[in-house]
């Protein structure tokens, strides 16, 4: 799910903002925008692999970028990539397991 933000808004001196998963599909007053998750919908929904089938892979990256992206509301995969390219200047990414 990509998610839009100004730098100005990761960077904080009180330390970062602890939510619970079902908080981030509320409407929120922080300047990000919530891209639509790898089911089509807007919004984070946590991983949900079938139970017994064993471990599945989850990877999440985080892009700094030189200017704010423009995206507006629900982008896709695809559109962030696209409004992205030539303005990475630092990127992280992170890759969990889960198993049920």
Not at 15 to 41: C, D, M, V, W, Y
Not at 44 to 51: A, R
Request: cysteine-free; charged content about 15%.
């Amino acid at each position: 799910m990509p998610i839009t933000m100004p730098a100005r808004a990761a960077m904080t001196t009180a330390g970062p903002t602890r939510r619970a998963e079902s908080q981030l599909n509320k409407p929120h007053t922080a300047p990000f925008t919530l891209g639509k998750s790898s089911i089509g919908k807007q919004g984070y929904f946590g991983p949900t692999s079938p139970p017994g089938h064993g471990p599945h892979r989850y990877v999440f990256q985080i892009f700094a970028l030189d200017h704010a992206s423009g995206l507006a509301a629900a982008p896709t995969k695809k559109r962030v990539l696209q409004a992205i390219q030539g303005h990475v200047i630092a990127r992280g990414r992170l890759t969990g397991i889960y198993e049920r």
